[in-house]
């Protein structure tokens, strides 16, 4: 199994206050990703990095920031929380360039819940 | 843009075949199939790159019509452990992120 880790694991937190979930990886993969999933819609990107301080945004990032200053960890943060956030949350790393590398790794997950 | 995967959930019996279809409105350079149970993180099952180059799983193949960005996942002999959702994503040319479709729920009863 990839090296893939994700903290918190569960989280319940309140409508207004910020949250920061981690990823980090063992792997020395370049790309790394945050996804969440909601019944109905499967997994949606939300952003991504291809390197050190190099993000891009991903289908759904509004109210989300991202940021990278090592290889090894992704940090995902919701500045004010809010209930529509509430969601799991994946995070994946991929070695190069996703149709070059054949496939990402997927992270546990991360349960969060917005009150 | 999510591509689109059909049909939404299937429910067969072990042995039972199945065809799970995803089709894009953009021109695609590559799709992947990945595979999650209830509970778990989804796994890789398969890519699908443009020019015909396949790489994946053993029991499981795919297909890939370029000119219709249309790909379709076949399960045969289905067994009890092919139950999940299954997503497919896509990713179009230059680009370095895939976009996942809603899901299909296979449910294999024995």
């Known amino acids: 199994d990839a090296g893939i880790t994700q903290s918190p694991r569960h989280k319940v937190t309140e409508t207004g206050t910020p949250v920061t979930l981690r990823c980090h990886q063992t792997?020395?993969?370049?790309?790394m990703y945050w996804y969440r999933q909601d019944p109905g819609h499967g997994l949606r990107l939300i952003h991504y990095s291809y390197g050190v301080k190099d993000t891009d945004k991903g289908e759904v990032s509004d109210g989300y920031s991202v940021s990278r200053s090592k290889t090894e960890d992704f940090l995902l943060t919701l500045e004010s929380a809010t209930s529509s956030q509430t969601s799991v949350y994946f995070c994946a790393i991929s070695e190069s360039i996703i149709h070059r590398s054949y496939e990402q790794y997927f992270g546990p997950g991360t349960r969060l819940t917005v009150t | 843009q999510q591509p689109v995967q059909s049909p939404q959930a299937v429910i067969l019996r072990e042995g039972e075949d199945a065809v799970i279809n995803c089709s894009s409105s953009?021109?695609?350079?590559?799709v992947h199939w990945y595979r999650q149970k209830h509970g778990e993180a989804p796994v890789f099952l398969m890519i699908l790159l443009k020019g015909g180059e396949q790489k994946g799983h053993e029991k499981i193949s795919a297909s890939f019509n370029e000119k219709k960005q249309q790909s379709s996942l076949y399960l045969t002999a289905s067994q009890l452990s092919y139950s999940g959702t299954y997503f497919c994503?896509?990713?179009?040319?230059?680009?370095?992120?895939?976009?996942f479709g809603k899901g299909t729920r296979l449910h294999i009863l024995p």
């Open positions: 792997e020395n993969h370049r790309y």
């Open positions: 994503g896509t990713a179009q040319p230059r680009d370095d992120k895939i976009i």
């Open positions: 953009k021109a695609l350079y590559s």
